[in-house]
């Protein structure tokens, strides 16, 4: 079994709680061996959070108790925390964490005080989106030739907003601050400091580059205005605030500020809080990752990959990820005749009086409710009927096409094609 | 250093010999050790392929030579290819593949081989994107609740171009055929065989689930016409050849065929030759995974993620990825005043004769070049000037910027945003 203390019990810190417990199936299945919370550690003990694990105001309790295998580092801001998984560290108990600015500043030192303990941080960067898993293990292969993000949930909803609702910067900065998006400070988002913590990540294991903030380019959002948005829509661009490494030759560019590019890109396509880190390889081509970057549920997701990697690593992997089977769980393969979902079919029909009374008469006995239908001539006296039904189950449907195809006026073979 | 065996040495195997030789640099820095490939297994010895590289047209000088450490198996098909991995299996030797239906047939039973021995398997599953890696560790805290994926490029090059172009379906198919995209008999791809085998690879790692392709729905896109697509259209979807996984309490239903899916949706964006897989956890939400699924070049970057994975496997990985630093090819930051872009600017002038004329004067003098200009009026007699630059250097931008606010006739800090 392992145990895990948790630095820092806010909103991260109880998803990575509740994940342990409500997917302790899964979980323990993939890791091979049982993980649990043995204690946290919050600066008010008063408060309740509704977990059943020992809570302390002490980060000692934690850092030595033998007991603990993996320290989560939560409790946020740089020199505080790195004392805290320095310490971690020395009494040998493996670290996770999700904290960005600790990274932006302190990664070098951490790897090597860390050596051969594991360290993980996939949270750092693009909360759920397991970015840091692809560019250091599944695009091990490539010279990265660009990484090109959005990285900042907050200021891509904003740029969207403005984009798609004509909204001035000054309010939806408001309406992002009564959302809970945007901080009652957001200079840390709006000024681009966020998104260029995480690239400074991304850049190290890329490019084994060490920078540090004040190296590199940071410009925020916050200069955007609707003439601007006007002229980049006109000309086929959109506006997001871009985190970019680049490499040319032996040098290698960082920058974190607003862009307008153009519509067609796939990241110009991500919309609202989402977060999408394109990554250019020297043999793969382009890559890309989307997912949610902020987020309790989300983030713990990412901290617990990571705690559930240095669980397994004491053994191998097993090729399909699961040490064995879960306990009491057991899946089971749907027959494909339950599946359920809409359809769209497309039917080949006499154009004459009373076929369509005779068909609708059949899609009801089937239990099948149409949604749309749209009828277009065809050769002959014919017509298409091109039908969308609300959800129906496949067995029906597949009942209904044989009855449907052996009519004297219908005359091809139905043709259906699921709706998604 | 860790030697290697390719048997069948076609396009991806060419492309993972080149790759291990071009990329040798960044490959032995992270994986801590130098990787060689020692020799390889061809039908035809008389055909040139450019490799320095031993050749080989008996399979039992790899399995029988002590030195290699990994075989990586190119040779595809079922049968014979089990027989060749078990015979590597039980010699010891750890296993890389990107044969997909060798794995839809008997994954199960190779993992039992495999036990402690890595068999790894990324590029069996949308080729050059490291999706078994993101599913397999990256969300490994999630029940799985679906994957629905564009998992074969020719599929969706035909519907895109079906659906862009108003060509007709078999008129598309032939030149598919004339571009390679599709076989002589290209039934394995529009008939959605080989997603099938992609997406029972996949259920097994979301869901432990052993299926084989004669248990699931599978249908193709021979059916689908310009009707259909029309429809589509009219609707908002667009038409793609999807491959789903669904959990459904303790059931899972696995699905391939083709799909109206709305056009907001990620995974409707996805347009070519490109795949695209969208998974949800019950934790993390959609997370959605992009990049090439086919090519010699892209699949053997998966290939070579696995051999690096391995290679590295007998000592722990260090937190940033890289276990010593490239020799005599350090990168370097490049300087932010040297970053080259296009750039947007936003400038307020006063809106009177001769304004325009000192304004590119000074734009000239920066060697900065116009691409496009609107101007907008704003209050007061003043203009706007929306204007989109060609390529310029930053410590150019920034200089004119300086001077820009300095003169009389402009009003406001002039704003810029680079354009990607």
Redesign the interface.
């Known amino acids: 079994m392992i145990k895990v203390g948790i630095i820092g019990v806010g909103t991260v810190g109880t998803?990575v709680a509740n994940?342990l417990k409500e997917?302790a199936d899964?979980?323990s299945?993939?890791?091979g061996r049982d993980i649990v919370v043995k204690s946290g550690v919050v600066k008010n003990l008063a408060k309740e959070r509704g977990l059943d694990i020992t809570l302390t105001d002490n980060v000692d309790d934690i850092l030595n108790d033998n007991e603990i295998d993996i320290v989560v580092e939560l409790m946020g801001g740089v020199d505080e925390a790195f004392e805290v998984v320095k310490c971690a560290l020395e009494s040998g108990k493996a670290v996770v964490t999700a904290n960005k600015a600790l990274l932006a500043y302190h990664?070098?030192e951490?790897?090597d005080l860390?050596g051969?303990i594991?360290?993980?941080?996939?949270a750092s960067v693009a909360g759920?989106?397991?970015i840091i898993?692809?560019?250091?293990?599944?695009?091990?292969?490539?010279?990265i030739e660009s990484i090109?993000g959005i990285m900042n949930g907050t200021c891509n909803y904003m740029m969207t907003k403005m984009t798609n609702e004509g909204v001035a910067y000054d309010a939806i900065l408001k309406e992002s601050q009564e959302l809970g998006y945007a901080e009652a400070d957001p200079t840390f988002d709006v000024g681009g400091f966020d998104a260029a913590h995480k690239l400074l990540i991304l850049a190290?294991?890329a490019?084994?580059?060490d920078?540090k903030p004040e190296?590199?380019?940071i410009e925020g959002i916050d200069?955007?205005?609707q003439?601007?948005i006007a002229?980049?829509k006109?000309?086929g661009?959109a506006?997001k605030l871009?985190g970019?490494a680049k490499?040319?030759g032996?040098?290698?560019?960082?920058?974190v500020?607003?862009?307008?590019?153009?519509q067609e890109?796939?990241i110009a396509?991500?919309d609202g809080v989402m977060n999408g880190i394109s990554v250019v390889?020297?043999?793969?081509?382009?890559?890309?990752?989307?997912?949610?970057g902020a987020?309790g549920?989300?983030t713990?997701?990412?901290?617990?990959?990571n705690?559930?990697?240095i669980a397994r690593?004491g053994?191998?992997?097993?090729?399909?990820?699961?040490n064995r089977?879960?306990e009491g769980?057991?899946?089971?393969?749907?027959s494909?005749d339950?599946?359920e979902s809409k359809y769209?079919l497309?039917i080949n029909v006499s154009d004459r009086a009373g076929v369509l009374a005779k068909l609708t008469k059949i899609f009801e006995t089937h239990s099948i409710s149409i949604e749309?239908m749209?009828q277009?001539p065809s050769e002959d006296a014919r017509a298409?009927l091109?039908i969308?039904t609300h959800l129906a189950v496949?067995k029906d449907i597949q009942a209904m096409m044989k009855e449907l195809e052996a009519l004297d006026f219908v005359h091809a073979k139905p043709?259906m094609?699921?709706?998604?």
Request: aromatic share 8%.
């Open positions: 998803s994940i997917n899964v979980i299945a993939r890791a990664r070098y951490l790897q860390a051969n594991p360290f993980e941080f996939e759920g989106i397991p898993n692809a560019l250091r293990d599944g695009l091990s292969a490539n010279h090109m190290s294991i490019y084994g580059i920078a190296d590199i380019l200069k955007v205005t003439d601007d002229f980049a006109e000309f661009y506006v871009l970019i490499k040319d032996n040098e290698v560019e960082l920058r500020h607003a862009c307008l590019i153009k890109e796939m396509k991500i390889g020297d043999k793969v081509g382009e890559t890309l990752y989307y997912g949610p987020g549920d989300a713990a997701s990412a901290v617990v990959a705690i559930i990697d690593s053994k191998s992997t097993p090729m399909l990820g699961f089977p879960m769980n057991t899946l089971t393969l749907k494909a339950m599946i769209y497309r749309t749209l277009r298409n091109l969308s496949e043709v094609i699921r709706i998604v």
